[in-house]
């Protein structure tokens, strides 16, 4: 069976994200019990693909373990498959951090096991310390001031030169941007390295969405409004045409709905409405507390409007404060999305043993001019 | 160390890189003439008011195997100008450099095109008389070694400049070459080009002349036959239907095709693109939603700014203003049909099923003239958007297509609709439909909704079958698994196996464990902690089934246990649920032991 009768008989037409990702899982096992092991190491690889770019990841930390026993058991592949594997582990590396689940001291041994993987199979270690860094970013620099290990695996990265694991040209341009913008905190020098980016002439599925996100969220916490308007409304086009009914961009969409909030709150309920249902069903923590910090400023600024009620199609049924009126008042729903933010910043913070959520949550966002849009 | 150091440039070996690689083909030569020559019509047109636009032509005489000459009536250029556009790489006569932006009148904005002219010839001659001192004549020749002269020539011409490139190619290919200077040749790649200029392109031959490019007006294209067949021909389809693209803020105009087969959405349609009437490639992408692949189209802009391969366009907001606006020209059509031409309609949503639900999967805009048209899989048949909203009720939908052909034919025995949404769109599309339907609740199916739809057992109460419950339930706890009698059809289906979204994933954390290496067990048992207090499976005996009445009778309770778990890995492959590996042990295992009973 050739892979792209997998494809057609297990996944071709179903629905990117949950719906493929059980069409894909069916074809691994249709593989495995075919004794398949070419098109079932792909197969893995295929699924780890779907799930990270089209859903929110979890799936893939509970398929790679076995995708990893399996792809151990075949040396004989190694040579032909390995670029698979690795990508797929570098997927998995890049979220680990965004589950609430795992610990600390489980990040770290999943890092130094991609790391033996990179020696074991001679590639440099570029992808390593280039995940290391965002993950020293996200840990050190907005968590704590410790900024001289980010900088030395960011050091470390930029001597290693471009392999197979390497980032696509617009990746490496939006992580050297990310890296300009929040360790050296130097906007005039991001605007000039993501030009390629912004202007169009890179791009891949996920940028410059991120690299747009990424400018809306310096400028936002910088009190630049009007700035942050205009990168998180260039955000959340791509992001609608690209992902408008995947919950893969959650925290991309919660973090500009928290910049609309602000700056126009009927695009921000707009597209909150929109994609409260798309994004409900996603499991991932870290996605969760930017969408439902999001809710969060929307309601906020609702409420500091002057308005008092909303219409909202609500997904969750079991809760207490679900009402098949879809009417509720803005003041409960404010305070009902904050007791869920509320819940990942603890999670977060004592996963990570600091208050960097809590803090985040807490932060108070003041403009000279914002809107305040009633529907 | 403080002095500043100049870059030495290789005059040569730049032009021979500008000439030979950043182009794709020597054929753009003419492009890059014919765009030199309306440009300066245009530059006459505006300066000259002595010069009527009705005047405006360009001419090409090709003496067969020799030499080209391009003709227009345009500006001319005199010494000053020769000497700062002709002969600087990068400045053009187009680019207001003062300003530092290009003259929207013009098409070419590099100041490079002439240079293309070296990929057929090793001399570029270039006579010109200029509006503005008619009385000189000057001769500019290029060398490919970028050597040039200037000379005043007394030689008439009329104003405007000609252009005169000659067979002398010493390297390349020659026989390649050699093709070009050819009448046909030339023809052709006008027509392939400019065949939308404004202005009147002709080949001249002795006192014959022919009219090269279409009088055709993107604006005023009207005329559907003719458009249809515009796109035969340029496209090389017989098109479904035909409209036009009419920009409101006069960003572009052209014609869409609507395909008269289905296309995947991974496919890229190549649309035919003009910018300022002269083709700019006939494989842009991205100037059309990515929504809309089932569209090609034939259009031309005059603001949109092309990247320098000037086979597409740079990403900016003008670009996006222009995506957004054929977005509307698309919608305005749907609409225009909704009202006029249902049939064609129903026909194009047939066709492009796949197709409009991406439409609306991704804007907003159309929902109320598309949903109503989308068709759907359900338990009772397939069934359009309308026919599900008028259904009344609350009904349900399932994104995963094996639990829809495991439910549908019970919800169908009951007359009930279940919707298959596992197909691509569809989840977002439901959603959409829940949202503006008013008779009918649409719902995503949870096991709850299954459990309530399950009608009670006759046997609830009765001892034998509470003892039987009493012992399933034990025997598939180990499974993390409950118990229940049901009633259902059909009778034949004894068993039917639910779990929710939790107990799903607990159930693959399970089978990662079996493999997994010590670094993820940890990660893995942390999630399988945190899942496993709302996990809920349920395994529905159906009361009405032969075997699960034997079974309500059966005294032996290892012969229970044995078709319990039986039916239990029965109904995890009837529901395509994977195997954990002792699940297929335990299945073998029992089958024997039943052989031995």
Redesign the interface.
């Known amino acids: 069976m050739e892979l792209y009768e997998y494809e057609e008989e297990f996944y071709e037409f179903l629905d990117p994200g949950e719906s493929r990702c059980k069409g894909i899982r069916r074809a691994i096992d249709k593989a495995l019990e075919r004794q398949d092991i070419k098109n079932a190491l792909t197969l893995y690889y295929i699924f780890i693909e779907e799930d990270t770019f089209e859903c929110d990841g979890f799936q893939s930390f509970i398929i790679f373990p076995e995708y990893l026993a399996f792809f151990e058991k075949y040396p004989e592949y190694h040579d032909t498959f390995k670029d698979e594997l690795m990508w797929a582990f570098k997927w998995i590396l890049g979220s680990a951090e965004d589950f609430y689940q795992i610990s600390l001291k489980q990040i770290t041994d999943i890092y130094r096991q991609y790391g033996e993987y990179c020696d074991k199979f001679n590639y440099n270690k570029r992808s390593y310390y280039r995940h290391l860094w965002c993950l020293l970013d996200t840990f050190q620099i907005r968590r704590f001031p410790l900024i001289s290990s980010v900088e030395e695996a960011h050091k470390r990265m930029m001597h290693c030169s471009i392999d197979n694991l390497s980032e696509p040209k617009s990746g490496e341009i939006d992580d050297l941007t990310s890296y300009t913008l929040f360790v050296e905190r130097n906007i005039e020098k991001a605007l000039k390295i993501a030009e390629p980016v912004l202007s169009g002439q890179e791009w891949c599925n996920v940028v410059p969405h991120y690299t747009y996100t990424n400018f809306a969220d310096y400028y936002f916490d910088h009190g630049d409004l009007k700035n942050a308007m205009k990168y998180a409304e260039r955000a959340v086009r791509i992001i609608n045409r690209d992902f408008g009914s995947q919950s893969s961009m959650m925290r991309y969409k919660g973090r500009c709905i928290s910049v609309l909030a602000f700056g126009d709150t009927k695009k921000a309920l707009k597209l909150f409405r929109r994609q409260l249902t798309v994004c409900y069903p996603n499991t991932c923590g870290l996605d969760h507390f930017y969408f439902y910090r999001g809710a969060y400023h929307l309601f906020s600024q609702l409420e500091k409007s002057g308005q008092k009620t909303v219409r909202l199609k609500l997904p969750f049924k079991e809760e207490e404060i679900y009402k098949e009126s879809c009417v509720y008042s803005v003041a409960k729903i404010k305070d009902f999305f904050y007791s869920k933010v509320k819940f990942y910043a603890d999670k977060f913070d004592e996963r990570d043993g600091n208050r960097h959520f809590n803090k985040m949550l807490s932060k108070k966002y003041e403009f000279e001019e914002t809107d305040t849009n009633m529907e | 160390m403080d002095k500043d150091y100049k870059f030495k440039v290789n005059l040569g070996g730049m032009i021979d890189i500008l000439s030979n690689h950043l182009y794709s083909s020597p054929d753009v030569f003419v492009r890059e003439l014919l765009q030199n020559g309306t440009d300066a019509i245009s530059a006459r047109t505006a300066a000259d008011s002595n010069f009527s636009e009705n005047d405006a032509k360009v001419e090409i005489e090709v003496l067969e195997g020799k030499k080209i000459i391009f003709r227009d009536n345009g500006t001319g250029l005199n010494e000053e100008e020769i000497h700062k556009f002709l002969s600087v790489i990068g400045q053009s006569s187009k680019y207001d450099i003062e300003n530092n932006r290009a003259n929207g009148d013009y098409i070419g904005r590099f100041g490079i095109g002439l240079l293309s002219c070296f990929m057929v010839t090793d001399h570029i001659c270039v006579r010109t008389r200029s509006y503005k001192s008619p009385d000189t004549i000057l001769e500019w020749k290029g060398m490919a070694d970028g050597t040039y002269t200037i000379e005043k020539i007394n030689e008439e011409i009329e104003i405007g400049t000609e252009i005169i490139i000659e067979n002398n190619k010493a390297e390349k290919d020659s026989d390649v070459v050699d093709d070009y200077y050819n009448c046909d040749t030339i023809a052709n790649l006008v027509y392939y080009y400019g065949l939308f200029l404004k202005y009147p392109v002709y080949t001249v031959n002795g006192e014959e002349r022919t009219r090269l490019n279409l009088k055709f007006d993107f604006d005023a294209a009207k005329n559907k036959e003719l458009c249809m067949n515009m796109g035969k021909t340029f496209l090389g389809e017989d098109f479904l239907d035909c409209f036009t693209l009419k920009s409101p803020s006069g960003l572009f105009s052209g014609i869409a095709y609507v395909l008269p087969y289905p296309v995947s959405a991974n496919v890229r349609n190549m649309h035919r693109i003009y910018l300022k009437n002269m083709l700019l490639t006939e494989s842009g992408e991205r100037l059309l939603?990515?929504w809309a692949f089932f569209i090609r189209c034939i259009i031309n802009t005059n603001d949109l700014k092309p990247?320098s391969s000037r086979e597409d366009f740079?990403?900016?907001e003008t670009?996006?203003k222009a995506r957004t606006e054929i977005a509307d020209c698309i919608a305005d059509y749907f609409e225009d049909l909704d009202f006029n031409n249902k049939n064609m309609l129903y026909e194009i949503v047939r066709i492009h099923n796949?197709a409009v639900k991406s439409v609306l999967?991704?804007?907003?805009g159309l929902d109320d003239i598309l949903l109503p048209y989308i068709m759907f899989e359900t338990s009772l048949g397939e069934m359009t958007g309308k026919e599900i909203t008028e259904f009344g009720g609350t009904t349900f939908y399932t994104?995963?297509?094996?639990q829809f052909r495991q439910l549908a034919p019970l919800y169908a025995q009951r007359s009930e609709l279940l919707i298959n949404?596992?197909?691509?769109?569809?989840?977002?599309i439901l959603?959409k439909l829940a949202?503006s339907s008013i008779n009918t609740d649409i719902e995503k199916l949870t096991d709850t909704d299954i459990d309530f739809m399950l009608d009670d057992s006759d046997f609830d109460g009765d001892p034998a079958a509470e003892k039987l419950l009493t012992v399933a339930s034990r025997i598939l706890k180990k499974y993390d698994c409950k118990a229940a009698l049901k009633e259902f059809r059909p009778f034949d289906i004894p068993t039917l196996y639910t779990i929710n979204?939790k107990a799903y994933?607990a159930r693959?954390?399970r089978?990662?464990?079996?493999?997994?290496?010590e670094?993820?067990?940890?990660?893995?048992s942390?999630?399988e902690e945190?899942i496993s207090s709302s996990t809920v499976a349920c395994l529905y005996l159906n009361t009405n089934n032969l075997i699960v009445r034997k079974l309500i009778d059966c005294e032996d309770k290892e012969k229970i246990r044995c078709y319990i778990e039986i039916l239990y890995v029965q109904s995890l492959l009837s529901g395509?649920f994977?195997l954990l590996h002792n699940e297929m042990k335990i299945l073998n295992e029992n089958l024997y032991k039943l052989m031995m009973f």
């Not at chain 2, 994104?399 to 094996?402: A, K, L, P, R």
């Not at chain 2, 949404?421 to 977002?428: D, K, L, R, T």
């Not at chain 2, 670094?519 to 893995?524: A, E, K, P, S, T």
């Open positions: 939603p990515e990247t740079y990403e900016d670009l996006d796949l999967s991704s804007s907003d994104v995963d297509v094996n949404a596992g197909y691509v769109y569809e989840n977002a959603t949202d979204e994933e693959q954390i089978r990662a464990k079996e493999s997994a290496n670094v993820f067990m940890g990660m893995l942390s999630f945190e395509h994977p």
